[in-house]
C-alpha cells in the first residue's frame, strides 16, 4: 500500500507543479513552412553565449543574441555560423531558418519562419 500512496502523492505534487505560471518561450531550428524551397533549417548553437544541445531551446523572453549554424554548402565540412538578435516575446515559439540561393551556397540570411503562441504557457499581465 506504501507504493501507491507515494505515487499518487508523487502525482500530485507534479500535478501542483505544471499549475504554477511559468514564462518562457522556444527557439526551434526546423523548418516550419515546407513548401519553400530556399529554406533550410538551422542548428541553434549558442544563446547570449551559451551552448545549447537540444531542439527546441527553452529561453526566457526578452533580447536574446542567438547563433545559428546552416547546413554546410559545397565542399565545406562544417557550416558557417551567424548571429542575430532577437527579442522574443513571453511565451512564444519560433521557428528558425537559413535562407540561401541554392542548396550549395555557404552564405545565407536567417529569419523567423513562423511564430505562434505557446499553449499552456501564461504570459505575465
Known amino acids: 500500500m506504501r507504493p501507491v500512496l507515494t505515487a499518487a502523492s508523487c502525482a ?5 507543479g505544471a499549475c ?3 514564462t518562457y518561450s522556444q527557439l526551434d531550428g526546423r523548418r516550419y513552412h515546407r513548401a519553400p524551397i530556399d529554406t533550410y533549417p538551422v542548428a541553434i548553437v549558442r ?4 551552448s545549447e544541445l537540444r531542439n527546441p531551446v527553452l529561453v526566457e523572453p526578452g533580447v536574446r543574441k542567438i547563433t545559428v549554424q546552416a547546413l554546410p554548402g559545397g565542399a565545406l565540412r562544417y557550416g ?4 542575430l ?3 522574443v516575446k513571453p511565451c512564444t515559439r519560433y521557428w528558425l531558418v537559413a535562407v540561401k540561393e541554392t542548396a550549395l ?3 545565407f ?3 523567423v519562419d513562423h511564430e505562434e503562441p505557446i499553449g499552456g504557457c501564461t504570459p505575465p499581465a
Open 12 to 16: 500530485a505534487a507534479l500535478l501542483a
Open 20 to 22: 504554477s505560471t511559468t
Open 47 to 50: 544563446v547570449d553565449g551559451t
Open 80 to 83: 558557417p555560423e551567424q548571429t
Open 85 to 87: 538578435t532577437l527579442d
Open 105 to 107: 551556397a555557404s552564405r
Open 109 to 111: 540570411t536567417v529569419k
